[in-house]
């Protein structure tokens, strides 16, 4: 059982930056992918960036890329996403989310049905 819970939400102007912080427990977490995800209201959950077990793999939807940054710190079990530049367009509940089985590079992990756990989420909110 991997118990999850995120930090770090907030309110942000147009431009600004967010850390967010995702601790986990239980001894597998450097065995895991791990994902975060966000959900506007009245849309659906979407992907947001992926990180393979050690961390030399990620992945990131295409709206995030070069502003976002996903890390991890195995020693910390800690996943960790750095949000740069943030648009009104990105503000939602923020959740991470750890696949439930050894990493598989064949993955993208892209999808929500590749993860086992989730946190409860915390709110970005960008104003224009």
């Known amino acids: 059982q991997v118990q999850l819970v995120e930090s770090g939400g907030g309110l942000v102007q147009a431009g600004g930056s967010l850390r967010l912080s995702c601790a986990a427990s239980?001894?597998?977490?450097?065995?895991?992918?791990m994902g975060w995800f966000r959900q506007a209201p009245g849309k659906e959950r979407e992907f947001v960036a992926a990180?393979?077990?050690?961390?030399?793999?990620?992945i990131y939807v295409e709206s995030v890329k070069g502003r976002f940054a996903i890390s991890r710190d195995n020693s910390k079990t800690t996943l960790y996403l750095q949000m740069n530049s943030l648009k009104p367009e990105d503000t939602a509940v923020y959740s991470c989310?750890?696949?439930?089985?050894?990493?598989?590079?064949?993955?993208?992990?892209?999808?929500?049905?590749?993860?086992?756990?989730w946190g409860q989420g915390t709110q970005v909110t960008v104003s224009s």
């Open positions: 989310a750890a696949a439930g089985s050894r990493y598989d590079s064949g993955s993208t992990y892209s999808l929500p049905q590749e993860y086992a756990y």
């Open positions: 239980g001894r597998t977490f450097s065995t895991y992918a």
């Open positions: 990180i393979s077990s050690g961390g030399g793999n990620t």
